[in-house]
């Protein structure tokens, strides 16, 4: 058993694994707080009767929150069971990195896209005609994973009507272009990270009055907050509903119709856990752990 206090009175039992001949065994502990002093102690229970060893205890680390990022109080769970605390970012992504003010849109991306179709300088405007080589907008035409139709996927793919079928459903690294931009532990957050971010934390709407930008402001428990921005998403080659609503994406496809995957629509209420084609370009707000 662990607990934070001494007498136990909180106390977390878990059963030991891998006990051995020479009276040996491990034990996982979950749900611990960073820099925090935790007291443990075996026992054996037989019966109604106990036998207690004795009390030691152990420190964690203090948490390394990333520059750039904030402690809203999230923690997720693993499907291996262990735990980990996920990191903000203040602002949204752009060519550079983290942009400067929470306020920015930031670029528009592809899903699974390292970087936006136009040249820089042109993700504010409302119709672009700076487009890098062999982009034609954001259409299936552009697109990296296909061989230009949401029929001919050749990456991230459950159905074999939809293209090459290799059942990979969360974004690798190579193709997060929040980890290719900012490295570490940075990346685009799944859908369940997302979802988490709406339950956990009260949104509510805010208008930042320096640039007049109306957005959600997203508090945690715990005080700490973040601004996401209206940044609205291109399509072909316009850029629509920027200052309205806004589309972040998540590194989650969807399965069951892969050539989406998951966006969350921070529109005013209700909050949207929405999906939608892969070539469109989305905001990213990256996660760290």
């Known amino acids: ?26 034990v996982n502990a979950t749900g ?9 102690k075996s026992y054996v229970q037989t019966g109604m009767a106990m036998k207690f060893g004795a009390v030691k205890s152990f420190t964690t ?22 735990t980990y605390r996920l990191y903000w970012a203040t602002s949204n992504l752009c060519e550079s990195g983290l942009c400067a003010s929470p306020e920015d849109y930031g670029d528009y991306y592809a899903w ?18 700076n487009w890098r080589d062999s982009k034609t907008g954001y259409d299936w035409g552009s697109y990296r994973w296909c061989e230009g139709s949401s029929i001919t996927l050749t990456k991230y793919n459950t159905d074999s009507y939809r293209g090459t079928v290799d059942n990979k459903t969360v974004l690798e690294p ?21 979802t988490a971010l709406h339950e956990q934390c009260t949104w509510t ?38 200052g309205s ?27 949207i856990r929405a999906s939608g084609s892969r070539y469109h370009g989305r905001a990213v707000r990256p996660v760290s752990e």
């Open 1 to 26: 058993m662990y607990d934070e206090k001494q007498s136990f009175e909180d106390a977390r039992k878990v059963v030991a694994i891998g006990l051995d001949g020479n009276n040996e065994f491990t």
């Open 32 to 40: 611990l707080e960073s820099n925090t002093t935790y007291y443990y």
């Open 61 to 82: 680390k203090a948490s390394t929150i990333p520059d750039g990022a904030v402690d809203l109080g999230i923690v997720m769970t693993r499907e291996d069971g262990t």
């Open 112 to 129: 699974g896209e390292t970087a936006p179709y136009y040249t820089e300088g042109y993700s504010r405007e409302r119709i672009c005609s």
């Open 174 to 194: 190579d193709d997060d272009v929040a980890h290719v931009k900012l490295g570490g532990k940075w990346r685009i957050p799944t859908e369940a990270e997302w």
């Open 205 to 242: 709407g805010t208008e930042i009055t320096q640039d007049g930008i109306y957005g959600r402001l997203v508090t945690a428990p715990n005080g700490n907050s973040i601004f996401l921005p209206p940044t609205g998403h291109r399509y072909y080659y316009e850029l629509l509903g920027a």
């Open 245 to 271: 609503f806004g589309n972040y994406w998540s590194s989650s496809l969807k399965t069951g119709s892969p050539h989406c995957a998951w966006y969350m629509d921070i529109s005013e209420a209700p909050l």
